[in-house]
């Protein structure tokens, strides 16, 4: 039994390479930019084994990995460890939740510094246009 709409009915042609917005193979960076524009690296460390990860997929992977990692020790490892600090230090409640809290005013003050100096700096320019 086929309903109209249903998944089969949905189905499209996969766009071909030069249709697909972010193929792996694309290239990263423009005609008459600096040597080193556009590679995957830190300041002005980007060996060529590195340019491995310089793709879109990977990009997403290690935002995914890090935000995964980051609500797990908030989540996870701080609730559970807060305790223990209370018990050996002799904390109030008030003391051990400002310890927690303070990664979110940390993020407060910083977030703001690394916004302004990373709109400043290299921008990923053909993966989001």
């Known amino acids: 039994m086929s309903l109209p709409g249903s ?3 949905l189905r499209q042609e996969a766009p071909s390479e ?6 792996d193979d694309a290239k990263h960076g423009k005609e008459g ?3 080193g ?3 995957c690296g830190l300041f002005c460390f980007s060996p060529d084994w590195l340019q491995v990860f310089n793709s879109p997929r ?8 890090l935000c995964a990692t980051e609500t797990a020790i908030l989540l ?3 609730p559970g460890v807060i305790s223990s600090i209370e018990g050996r230090f ?9 310890i927690v809290s303070s990664t979110e005013l940390f993020a407060v003050f910083t977030v703001p510094i690394i ?3 990373g709109g400043k700096s290299h921008k990923v320019r053909e993966w989001t246009n």
């Open 18 to 23: 030069e249709e697909r917005p972010l193929s």
């Open 58 to 65: 990977c990009l997403l992977f290690f935002m995914c990995a």
């Open 90 to 98: 002799e904390l109030s409640s008030a003391k051990s939740g400002f």
């Open 33 to 35: 930019e600096e040597e």
């Open 115 to 117: 916004s302004y100096y």
């Open 76 to 78: 996870g490892l701080t």
């Open 37 to 39: 524009e556009g590679r």
């Open 7 to 9: 998944l089969r009915d």
